[in-house]
C-alpha cells in the first residue's frame, strides 16, 4: 500500500508529519511505503533527523509550492498546482498512491479532492466526517463543515456515509445513526432536522433518533448526522474545550506539584488520540487532519487511511449508491 | 423588591430553590422579599428546615399544580392555571412582584412569560441569553433555544438585547458582540450568518465580527449571537462536556487520593456558578433556571434577576427599541 502524506500542513511540518510517519511504521511495516509529498530539502533533513528507515519505506515527491491562508480554495488546483496538496491528490488520481494524507487547509484538501478525485456516482455532496471522544467509543460526526445550508436529503445520504465508515473503520455492526437535535421528541427542531428526521425513519439505517447536544458526550450513537454549520461550530468548540481543559490542569498539576494520574482525562479528552477527518464521498481516500497535529495524531489518521484501504471502504459505498444489497445493515430496530 | 421563586422546578424541589433564597438573604436582606410558589405544605416544611428567616423575608403563594413533561408549553397557561410556572408569572403581571425565576420546564416558563408578560412592542422574537463560562469574562449567548430558523433581522436583534443585558447586569460599558460562525472572514458562514453579518456590520452595535467555535471559549467576545438551533446544540454540549470532566476529575481524585487544588478548573467549568438565563425581550423579568441547579445556582439567578430589576433593564429594552439614543453604545468601532 502507498500512502501520499502532505509535508507541509502542520504548524511543525515537515518534521511532525515525518514523525507520524515513523511511528506508523514502528507497527506495520511490511505492506506501507509513503510518498512524502513537499519541499524536498527540510524533508529529507526531517529523514534522517528521525532515525533509521527500512529500504523502501519512504520516497520524495518535491512539491514546493505553498497553498496561502488566502488563496481561495477552489481555485488551488489552478493556482498551486505545485503544492503538496495538490501533487498529493493528483498521485491518487493517477493510481500512483492508494490514499492521501494531509493536515493542510481544510477547504484546499476539500476542493481539491472533489475537483481531481470527483464525487463518487450520487454522491450530493461529500461530507467531512470527524471522531468525537466520548465517554463510551467515539462518535462519528458528520458534516463537520464541507456543507452548509443543507437539504433533508443531504443530512440522509451522510448517514449513510456515515454508517459504511462506521462499519468499515470503526468496527460496527449495525452502526446507531443519530440527527443532531434540540429535542429528543421526533415533533422538535428546525425545518431542517423535521424533514430529515423523517427520511431516516423511514431508511434501512439503524437510525436511533434525536440526539441532544448532552447526549453527545455520552456516545449514544455512532454515527451524528448535522449541518456542516452547527458541526463545524460543535467540532472546534468540543476542540477548543478539551485544549482549554487540559491546560488548566497541566497548570494546576505544576503549581500543586501533585501527582494525580490524569491520563484517563487527558485521554478522554485528547482530540489528537482521534486525528484525521475522512473526506466522505469521493472517489478515493482523504484524510484531512488538524494543523496543529503532532506526530501521534498524523500516526493515528495514517492508521485511518490504511484500514480504509484496506477495507475497501470507497468500493462499499459505491456498491451501496448502486443499490446493492448490504448486509451490514439490519434495517430498522 | 418582590421576587417570585417557582419552588417545585429543580429536581431537589423545593428544597433546593429555598436552600437558594435562603443563599441570597444572607447577602442582601434589607429590600427582598420572596414569593414562594409552590405546593405550600413542603415549601412550608423546607422552610423550617432551611433555617431561621427574617420576618417578612419570605411569603408561600399556593400552587400546587404539576406542569408535567408531555403538556405542550403553548399550552400551560390555559391546563395549568394553577401551576407554580402560570401562577408566579400571572404575579408578576399583576404587579405583585417584579421578576420570577424559574427552573422548571423551559418551554413552559418561555411560552407562559410570551403569553402573559408578551413581548415588548418592536420585539420581533424574544429569545434566551445564557452566560457561557469562558477563560475571561463569561459570554451572553443567544438565542440558546427560544427560536429556531431565524431570520437575519433577528439575529440583529437578539445582538441588541443582548448587548443591553451585558451593560445593565454584566457591567460591560461597549459590548462585543460577535456573531456565531465557521470562519473569521465575512465571506464565510451559510446564508442566515452572511446577511446577519452585514446588519450587524451597519448597525451601531459594537460588533467585532465572526467568532468561530474555538475562539468562545477565550472569551474574544460579551454577547454572542447565533439561531436558536445552534445556541441550543452548544449550551447542552457545553453543559454536558464540562460536567462529564468534573466527574472524571472527581473519579480520578478520588482514586488517586490526591489533593490537587481543582478549585479554578471547576469553577471556570462549573456551570451552577453562572446560573439563570433570561427570557430577554418579553415585558417583564423570567429567569430560567436548569433543572439540576443546586442552590448555589438558584442563588445566582436570584442575583440576575434582582439586578435585572435594580438596573431596569426592562426599561432600558424598552427605550432603545423605541430609538431613544443610548450613550452606552459608542457605535461601531
Redesign the interface.
Known sequence: MRIALDCMGTDGAPASEIAGAFLTLQEQADDLTFVLVGDRVPIEEALRAAGSWRQGAVEVVHAPERVLPEDPPAQTVRRRPNSSIVTGIRLQKEGEVDAFVSAGSTGAVMATSLILLRPLPGVARPAIGTLLPT?AAPTLMLDA?AN??CKPHHLLQFASLGAIYAQDLMGVDAPRVGL???GEEPTK???L?LEAFALLKQSNLHFVGNV???????GVCDVLV?????G??????????AA??IK??TR??E??G?????E??LR??DYAEYGGAPLLGVNGVSIICHGHSIPRAIHNAIRVAAQAVRTDMVGHIARDLRGEVDPGFPGPP
Open positions: 465517554a463543515g452548509v445550508d443532531l437535535n434540540i427542531g428546525d425545518e432536522s441532544e447536544g448532552r447526549d453527545i458526550i455520552r448535522c449541518d456542516g454549520f452547527v463545524n461550530v460543535l467540532l472546534k468548540f468540543y476542540e477548543s474545550v482549554f481543559t488548566l490542569l494546576e498539576t503549581r500543586e501533585a501527582r494525580m494520574d490524569l484517563e482525562v478522554v479528552l
